[in-house]
């Protein structure tokens, strides 16, 4: 019951926060330069007959709320007209390009997450050592490269001199997709799994030399046991705190890394909007984001409810 009271609250949070975004996304219409018809217009040609539909279609002859509320019921409905760059409907682009950056996002969300948190494991457990020091320079290095700097190094490396992933395409089939989206998928993955790596290295040389680990060590229980069921546990609030936050990038990460590498996402469609000037496309990838950073952000906390009895506790009874 204290579940589903705590999580209705999350969840009306959430919508609070929504509703301020869609606020602030709808004013984008009325802060670009031009009249509202005109924006609207786009490139089309106009006469007085199209603009007086797009005044009809869009509610521009009644008062700013009035069509708030009515963009806000549309968006709701996933009604969010046509692009006025292209004429094709919002929501048939969104479903279209959504798929592929989800998929390019989860591909190196996994790559961080399976690579970065052993790696700051082992660091934190050999504090001082070469590999510290190793996985340390490593981690600097990947987290202080920008992304598409890398994506266009690795584009070069692996795509064009060494010929052993595909340079453009995102490939049918999962093997087939996996194996187009690697590169993008390691750009976009660097800086959040140095991240990672060193919460986790922080956490672990903190845990690890605790009476706990050490009473476990001295046991003589399994190095594995010791890592996962004591230092790896024990440390990862911090890095399931940081993994919720970084999440959020993947996303947003991907604006510039498929332009990169010619992907046909929603970060090849937010750059391709803003250029010219497709106000309709903008809101709706605004608010697609501001949802998806939202949920990331809830899942981090059930993931905090999950790992520790203390939190859950506190937040339960």
């Known amino acids: 019951?204290?579940?589903?009271?705590?999580?209705?609250?999350?969840?009306?949070?959430?919508?609070?926060?929504?509703?301020?975004?869609?606020v602030l996304?709808?004013?984008?219409?009325?802060?670009?330069p031009g009249s509202a018809e005109q924006v609207l217009l786009g490139t089309r040609p106009s006469s007085p007959e199209?603009?007086?539909?797009?005044?009809?279609?869009?509610?521009?002859?009644?008062?700013?709320?009035?069509?708030?509320v009515h963009w806000l019921s549309s968006a709701v409905r996933l009604d969010l007209g046509e692009s006025v760059r292209s004429g094709q409907d919002i929501s048939t682009m969104l479903s279209e390009r959504m798929p592929v950056t989800l998929f390019l996002a989860a591909y190196a969300a996994l790559i961080a997450v399976v690579i970065g948190i052993p790696a700051g494991l082992v660091a934190g457990i050999r504090s001082g050592t070469l590999t510290d020091r190793a996985i340390t320079v490593a981690t600097t290095i990947c987290v202080s490269a920008p992304s598409f700097v890398v994506g266009f190094l690795l584009l070069y490396v692996f795509g064009v001199a060494l010929d052993w992933f595909p340079n453009y395409g995102t490939g049918g089939g999962l093997v087939d997709r996996a194996w187009h989206l690697t590169l993008p998928a390691v750009a976009l993955a660097l800086a959040p799994?140095?991240?990672?790596?060193?919460?986790?290295?922080?956490?672990a040389l903190k845990v690890y030399h605790q009476d706990f680990t050490t009473f476990a060590r001295a046991r003589g229980l399994p190095r594995r046991v010791v890592l996962g069921r004591y230092a790896l546990r024990n440390s990862s609030l911090p890095v399931v705190t940081t993994a919720g936050l970084v999440v959020g990038y993947f996303l947003t990460g991907t604006v510039l890394v498929e332009q990169v590498?010619?992907?046909?996402?929603?970060?090849?469609?937010?750059?391709e909007s803003v250029s010219t000037k497709d106000v309709l496309v903008v809101q709706m990838?605004?608010?697609?984001?501001?949802?998806?950073?939202?949920?990331?952000?809830?899942?981090?906390?059930?993931?905090?409810?999950?790992?520790?009895?203390?939190?859950?506790?506190?937040?339960l009874g």
């Not at 996304?25 to 670009?32: A, H, K």
């Not at 590498?261 to 750059?271: D, E």
């Open 285 to 315: 990838l605004a608010l697609v984001i501001a949802l998806f950073m939202l949920s990331a952000n809830l899942l981090a906390d059930l993931g905090h409810l999950a790992l520790d009895p203390r939190v859950r506790k506190g937040v």
């Open 1 to 22: 019951m204290r579940f589903a009271v705590w999580l209705s609250g999350r969840l009306a949070g959430i919508a609070l926060t929504l509703l301020i975004v869609s």
């Open 25 to 32: 996304v709808f004013g984008i219409l009325y802060v670009t």
């Open 193 to 203: 799994m140095a991240i990672l790596a060193r919460q986790t290295r922080a956490s």
């Open 261 to 271: 590498f010619a992907v046909p996402g929603i970060g090849t469609l937010m750059i």
């Open 50 to 68: 199209t603009l007086a539909a797009i005044r009809e279609r869009y509610h521009l002859d009644e008062s700013v709320g009035s069509q708030y």
